[in-house]
């Protein structure tokens, strides 16, 4: 069964500390893997998208990992401000032309993180 | 561009009432999705459509769903009739064959409330 699961559910950090936020997956087959952030009352924005041959990819103080062999990706948040509280969402997408669909995205519970001054 | 627009952003109602919510996509996007948001089972896919046509609604939770595109620059869900079990976040997102990996964006989302 195809399914994304993150860890923490919640994070309390404080402002300038770094974390890092983890998914695994079990998706075949596997086309790529996003990071979305989702503020509170406001729709999930992509972070990051990642395919097969990719091992990381930055947006900023976002740095997000995947290792497809052991179907783990990481979200790390280097010196984080109190705009990074909201949830992280993983969702991983099965390849459309090997039996998946373009609506086929497998998305995790999130990551609810809070930064606190 | 204004983004994926949403209507209205929230709704309160009453169980048995009929509610409709509306999508506008981004213009030029080519598929469009709905989803339902809960604390419980997070994001899921409700039905998605391709130049209008409805591709996959297998996650249309049942017969009270029903979903509309009657163009490329509208959508419709509707529930009727309502329960208190719909009370969740609609998000209704859009994307484009031509952007890679397909990828989503979304709108502001309908809290919907059925009491």
């Known amino acids: 069964k195809n399914q994304v699961e993150q860890s923490p559910q919640s994070l309390i950090i404080l402002e300038g500390k770094n974390c890092t936020l983890q998914?695994?997956?079990?998706?075949?087959?596997?086309?790529?893997l996003r990071w979305y952030k989702q503020d509170t009352g406001r729709g999930p924005v992509s972070l990051t998208i990642m395919t097969f041959s990719e091992n990381t990819k930055s947006n900023g103080r976002y740095t997000a990992t995947l290792d497809a062999d052991t179907k783990q990706s990481s979200l790390h948040i280097t010196a984080s401000q109190l705009s990074d509280s909201a949830s992280y969402i993983c969702?991983?997408?099965?390849?459309?032309?090997?039996?998946?669909?373009?609506?086929?995205?497998?998305f995790g519970k999130g990551t609810k993180l809070s930064v606190k001054p | 561009d204004a983004g994926v627009i949403q209507s209205p952003r929230h709704e309160v109602t009453e169980m048995g009432q009929e509610v409709t919510l509306r999508c506008k996509p981004i213009s030029g996007h080519d598929y469009l999705f709905w989803y339902r948001q809960t604390m419980m089972r997070g994001l899921e896919l409700l039905i998605y459509?391709?130049?209008?046509?409805?591709?996959?609604d297998s996650g249309m939770p049942e017969d009270r769903f029903s979903a509309k595109m009657p163009n490329a620059s509208f959508s419709t869900l509707k529930i009727q009739p309502s329960e208190p079990r719909d009370s969740a976040v609609y998000f209704c997102a859009s994307s484009w064959t031509g952007v890679s990996y397909n990828e989503q964006f979304f709108g502001p989302g309908t809290r919907l409330t059925v009491l």
């Open positions: 998914c695994n997956y079990t998706v075949s087959p596997f086309s790529n």
């Open positions: 459509f391709n130049n209008n046509v409805p591709i996959d």
């Open positions: 969702v991983v997408s099965a390849n459309p032309n090997y039996g998946g669909s373009q609506g086929n995205l497998i």
